[in-house]
């Protein structure tokens, strides 16, 4: 699934959010970023979306992390804190699925 980072109504970037770890309710995955995109912006006024059905995902905090200068290529990671369990269940299930077989 992708999702949709925004920024003033812009898209900035696009994201699987193909990491998790539940238990402490975060969400994380690498950045493709858009024409619109600019690094060192600050870490204000994000919001993330589901791409198909434009639903918002309610988050305590959206950080973007940008090392693409130091490592000299392409490095943007987005890590969201999703703002309840609740949230986090109905769009991350996935990984509470993989969560729990891992430790379940």
């Known amino acids: 699934m992708k999702y949709e980072i925004r920024r003033e109504d812009k898209v900035i970037g696009i994201t699987e959010l193909e990491g998790?770890?539940?238990?402490?309710?975060?969400?994380?995955?690498?950045v493709?970023?858009?024409d619109f995109y600019v690094s060192g912006i600050g870490q204000a006024g994000y919001r993330i979306y589901v791409g198909e059905t434009n639903e918002e995902i309610a988050s305590e905090?959206?950080?973007?992390?940008?090392?693409?200068?130091?490592?000299?290529e392409q490095?943007?990671?987005v890590t969201?804190?999703?703002?309840?369990?609740?949230?986090?269940?109905k769009y991350f299930h996935h990984h509470l699925e993989a969560y729990d077989k891992q430790f379940g």
């Open 20 to 30: 998790g770890d539940p238990p402490m309710g975060f969400v994380f995955g690498v």
């Open 32 to 34: 493709d970023p858009t």
């Open 61 to 72: 905090s959206i950080t973007i992390e940008d090392l693409s200068e130091e490592l000299g």
């Open 75 to 77: 490095c943007i990671e």
């Open 80 to 89: 969201v804190l999703v703002k309840s369990a609740e949230e986090y269940e």
